[in-house]
């Protein structure tokens, strides 16, 4: 699959929602729970159990290889995967003290 910028998606494995802030360049093979990510709405074909540390609401989600960048608008029990690479979350940057 190849998003776009502000494509919203859900997992077809369990209740994890996100929206794309930042494209990748080539298609990319998105997973959650290892099941494919859809267009919303999507539907939930498959249950899954723990998966790692799942994807939690608010926290951005980047793959530096593809330049993709994902935002949980919805938590899930699922792990974000791109080619089978879990995704990692985006740190946070420093800003220059007030003094």
């Known amino acids: 699959m190849k998003p776009t910028t502000g494509t919203r998606l859900g997992s077809t494995a369990c209740t994890a929602e996100v929206i794309v802030v930042r494209a990748p360049d080539a298609e ?3 997973t959650c729970g290892s099941t494919p990510m859809a267009p919303l ?41 791109v080619g089978g690479e879990p995704l990692e979350i985006k740190k946070a940057k420093n800003l220059p003290s007030s003094d």
């Open 28 to 30: 990319v093979d998105l």
């Open 41 to 81: 709405p999507a539907e939930t074909t498959t249950e899954v159990g723990e998966d790692g540390p799942g994807a939690v609401v608010g926290k951005r989600y980047v793959h530096p290889p593809s330049g993709m960048e994902l935002l949980c608008t919805k938590a899930g029990a699922g792990l974000l995967r």
